[in-house]
């Protein structure tokens, strides 16, 4: 082979080389997939091009020459038809794109499932109601009084002794979200107070807990990347439900969206009144356990009480306090006056569990607190531990809602065989008031 094929086809394997390895530099720094893809399709096309007329340079024959260019042309007319099949996958199926795109020419001309949430967003208020017929100048001084003429769907709150002046929804999806925040704009309109639709996301938490093999780091960010992306589809569509049901109702609302750890997302309702969440779903807004609830991580950090919503009530004309020997028991009666809610309700207080005298005298102590604020209230006959689940269930069918310090208190071994009430009204009640 003479000197100048052989500088040649070193000249174009270096080249090729480079070009492929700023391309992997490429792949690994680019911020969305349609700029890694630009570098992709370099190393694809160029890098591999000239490896290959390269290999057939050094080896000098007129084939392998040929085989090369051979190579190259089919890399050129094949690689443009795969990165635009690509990029038109990506793009409807909501790839995201970096903040440093300018302008988006396919909007409009292609379906996109893109998801309304920047991580950091700040407070965004919703638009104002559309004034009704008959009254031009829906102002907010008149909420208040068309709530107290409306039917208000969990039983209305008496005017001027509600202590609700801001509430949050959490928006984290799942089942009973739409409810939430429905039973959140409802208690809202009521109260004449400000709802904040808060769609917190713990990015951490979609990490792999746990241990990684060796050669499984991909593998876990790529799961980890697919959790994100579940939690970021959740919140978007719970976003979009809560504008929705917010429009033409006669509420201050506004929505933001954070991504932070946890206990950081939970400073960001400190400013609530109380929170309002979905039942059955954890903090990613997967299915989860009652000790596993968002609303059970909430009540844990002691921010305010959370209001747990299965279903929306049509009505709550009965509520049953739950007296047991664990902590924040004694706050329960506290969260109900704090909140103001349900004053026309009649409150049945009942205890369960061992040690009779301590929590007698506890349940009798909080109903003279709140029948010191108005309340209708009646002691009932403690439920014993070992009562079977249709005595439990009876007693939770009379009542509209729930007012108990946990979702779960089941402890030992006779804990895991015996049926526990505060799980069952995490089963079967619509709402649940935790302190």
């Not at 909501?94 to 920047?118: E, H, K, M, Q, Y």
Request: one cysteine or more; hydrophobic letters at 45%; aromatic letters at 4%.
């Amino acid at each position: 082979m003479s000197t100048v094929l052989a500088i040649l086809a070193g000249g174009a394997i270096l080249l090729g080389a480079g070009i492929v390895a700023i391309a992997a530099v490429g792949l690994l720094r680019l911020p969305d997939p349609f700029t890694r893809m630009h570098a992709a399709t370099k190393a694809g096309v160029l890098g591999s091009g000239l490896l290959m007329l390269g290999v057939g340079l050094s080896i000098g024959s007129v084939g392998a020459i040929l085989t090369g260019l051979a190579g190259m042309a089919f890399l050129l007319a094949t690689s443009p038809i795969a990165s635009h099949a690509l990029g038109r996958a990506a793009y409807i199926s909501g790839g995201p794109i970096a903040p440093s795109t300018l302008t988006d020419a396919l909007r409009g001309v292609l379906p996109r499932n893109v998801f309304d949430i920047s991580p950091g967003r700040v407070v965004r208020p919703h638009r104002d109601p559309a004034p009704t017929l008959g009254n031009s100048t829906a102002q907010e001084g008149n909420i208040m009084s068309a709530a107290e003429n409306r039917n208000y769907a969990t039983a209305p709150l008496s005017p001027g002794r509600t202590q609700l002046r801001a509430l949050t929804a959490w928006l984290v999806g799942g089942p009973s979200q739409s409810e939430a925040s429905a039973t959140a704009l409802d208690i809202a309109e009521a109260a004449g107070a400000r709802l904040t639709g808060l769609s917190a996301l713990d990015a951490d938490a979609a990490d792999h807990p746990g241990p990684v093999p060796v050669g499984g780091m991909a593998w876990a960010r790529w799961l980890g990347d697919q959790r994100r992306t579940r939690m970021r589809e959740r919140a978007s569509k719970s976003i979009a439900e809560f504008d929705e049901l917010c429009f033409a109702r006669h509420v201050k609302t506004q929505v933001r969206h954070e991504e932070r750890n946890f206990p950081t997302l939970v400073l960001a309702a400190a400013g609530a009144d109380i929170l309002v969440v979905p039942a059955g779903v954890d903090r990613l807004g997967e299915p989860a356990s009652p000790t596993e609830e968002i609303a059970t991580e909430l009540s844990v950090a002691g921010i305010a009480p959370v209001l747990r919503v299965r279903r929306r009530p049509h009505s709550v004309r009965r509520i049953l306090l739950i007296v047991s020997l664990t902590p924040h028991a004694g706050r329960l009666a506290h969260a109900l006056i704090r909140t103001g809610l349900w004053q026309s309700a009649d409150v049945e207080v009942t205890t369960i569990g061992g040690m009779r005298d301590q929590l007698d005298f506890l349940a009798r102590e909080q109903a003279a607190l709140l029948e010191q604020h108005g309340y209708r209230v009646q002691v009932t006959a403690p439920i014993d531990f070992d009562a079977d689940r249709a005595e439990m269930l009876a007693r939770l069918s009379r009542a509209d809602a729930v007012i108990c310090p946990t979702l779960s208190h089941r402890r030992g071994w006779f804990g895991s065989i015996r049926e526990d009430l505060h799980e069952l009204a995490a089963e079967r009640a619509d709402l649940i008031l935790l302190p």
